[in-house]
């Protein structure tokens, strides 16, 4: 067992498949930096800058990927996904299933999301609800060190396009790169617990199983991500006023562990889904639709991004799922007859 930071444990599940399988490679802008332990050790071949065109690159990997290759291709943030989402959605993600199963993808898509740094509306998206949505997409979202080598490896051993997403209060070097010196005398929310943790041996932790962080009778968090530890932290609140939280960490938001879900909920009959994503068409209502599908009564609320996030910190905080507004939202439900 050993205790990793949650960067430092992703390169260590991705240099643990680079090392047996000589056909995945990495690639994206800046990553001959940003990967320079993994340059030292693979070389210039399989470690490989790209210009600033991620529909380019990320289209240059669909074609990698079918050819034979296991790429891992770096955009550095999610937000810029959407000049490149041509290559995902009408490409990568359909290719089996138009192909008859003859054609096959396996390319990981690695990028980092989350606000909570004060880098506004175009930087600081989650958007791993819209992505889930395209059917032929595995979207992959870890909120520990170990769950983030383990779920790294999974992306590359799986067949298919995953997105695997790493949050930027998780991941200290990019809140240096991208939040740090810039911004003197800003303090930052960073769950140490997610930051830094013990990582077992580097195996595959696998895709579509969700995890219980915490066990309890009376309401059930579901999150994921940088959530999970804010509805860990909501849960220690409340527990001074005797409500008892089960935190559900779903890890992957596609595929969704929907038996997990169900038995979470079953168990308590009360559910609050925390999600940093928008309110609209994400996590959270697919929650509320698997309930309703498996003829569950529950309470239900949710809490999640409900515009667009703003720049300035005061207001950002506002808006995100933090701690408190995760309590508020449990104890209006227990109000609630």
Sequence with gaps: MTVMTFADAIDEGLASAMARDQRVVTFGEDVRILRRNLLARFGASRVMDTPISESAFLGAAVGAAMAGLRPVVEIMLVDFIGVALDALLN??????????????????????????????????????????????????VPSTPADAAGLM?????????????????????????????????????????????????????????????????????????????????????????????????????????????????????????????????????????????????AKFARVAVESTIPYARDLEREVLPNRERIVDAVRRLRCRR
Aim: charged share 20%; proline share 4%; net charge negative.
């Design 91 to 140: 490409h990568a993600a359909k290719i089996e299933a138009f192909s008859g199963g003859q054609w096959r993808c396996p390319l990981v898509v690695r990028t980092s999301c989350g606000a909570g740094y004060g880098d506004g509306g175009q930087h600081g998206q989650a958007l791993w609800g819209m992505l889930a949505g395209i059917p032929g997409l595995t979207v992959v």
């Design 153 to 297: 490896i999974a992306a590359i051993d799986h067949d298919g396009p995953v997105i695997f997403m790493e949050h930027k209060l998780l991941a200290d070097y990019l809140l240096d790169y991208l939040g740090g010196a810039s911004r003197p005398g800003v303090a930052f929310d960073v769950p140490a617990t997610g930051a830094t943790g013990e990582v077992p041996d580097l195996v595959a932790t696998p895709l579509g199983q969700a995890a219980i962080r915490r066990h309890g009778g009376d309401v059930a968090l579901v999150s994921v991500g940088v959530g999970v530890h804010r509805a860990l932290e909501a849960a220690e609140v409340l527990a001074d006023d005797g409500i008892d939280c089960t935190v559900l960490d779903v890890r992957t938001v596609a595929p969704l562990d929907r038996a997990a879900i169900v038995q979470a909920v079953g168990r308590t009959g009360a559910v609050v889904a925390v999600d940093e994503d928008y309110i609209r068409g994400g996590l959270t209502g697919e929650v509320a639709a698997i309930l309703a599908e498996e003829g569950l009564a």
